[in-house]
């Protein structure tokens, strides 16, 4: 079975710029949840979407938002991009969203803004 | 609330030395807790899940983990470090809708 995966890897771009990330969950998982780990932070909660519905958001700007498609593909976008905002941003799929439900991570996202 | 608090963001231990990872937890309700393992420039990989199955919890590379209700505990630990064992380790608590990390321990393991 295909982990989840994160396209791109890598991506670098300029201060005002937006962005988007795309995730593939594993075949059958319904939840996607997103993550920014950054050196300074370490891992945040940025948003988790079950069934195309967003059902719960860290404390992130505005700025952060995303989406889940029918076949539970998930993208984020981040809009005027600022220095800060440089991080590795990793998707997590799982089956539901029970609280036993273990999370599955993708090898993420490299986001340099310069 | 769930957080989890991890002891001693550096370990280093020598090949074949005893593996001690700490990870102390605070739930309001029973606690689902995980230990994930990151190498450099990759994702979060599962070690093992505490679900209250069972106390003592087997996972992959031969990690186990102890769940002590009383010392709100659930430290990592392997018997013989690897070198391959070299990584960044996360203990992480599972609230109502996502992950509570720890701040991560870097193991450093010296042939």
């Known amino acids: 079975k295909a982990g989840v995966t994160q396209t791109p890897r890598y991506l670098i771009k300029t201060r005002g710029q937006q962005v988007t990330l795309s995730c593939s969950p594993i075949?059958?998982?319904?939840?996607v949840s997103w993550y920014q780990q950054t050196p300074g932070q370490g891992l945040q909660f940025l948003f988790e979407?079950?069934?195309?519905?967003?059902?719960n958001k860290g404390n992130f700007p505005g700025r952060f938002s995303g989406r889940q498609f029918s076949n539970s593909r998930s993208e984020m976008n981040v809009s005027t991009l600022e220095l800060g905002d440089s991080a590795l941003y990793l998707c997590?799929?799982?089956?539901?969203?029970?609280?036993?439900?273990?999370?599955?991570f993708g090898q993420g996202t490299r986001l340099t803004v310069v | 609330a769930q957080s989890v608090t991890q002891l001693g963001s550096h370990v280093s231990v020598s090949e074949g030395a005893l593996v001690l990872l700490r990870c102390n937890y605070s739930?309001?309700?029973?606690?689902?807790l995980f230990w994930y393992v990151q190498y450099p420039n990759q994702g979060l990989q599962l070690l093992l899940k505490?679900?209250?199955?069972?106390?003592l919890v087997k996972g992959i590379n031969g990690f186990e983990a102890e769940f002590k209700k009383s010392e709100t505990s659930f430290h990592l630990t392997k018997p013989s470090a690897h070198m391959s064992d070299a990584a960044e380790y996360f203990c992480?608590?599972?609230?109502?809708?996502?992950?509570?990390f720890g701040t991560g321990t870097r193991l450093t393991v010296i042939p």
């Open positions: 997590a799929s799982s089956l539901s969203h029970s609280t036993n439900t273990e999370a599955f």
């Open positions: 075949s059958g998982h319904r939840s």
């Open positions: 979407y079950f069934s195309e519905t967003q059902r």
């Open positions: 739930s309001s309700v029973p606690p689902y």
């Open positions: 505490y679900t209250s199955a069972a106390t």
């Open positions: 992480a608590v599972r609230g109502a809708n996502n992950l509570f």
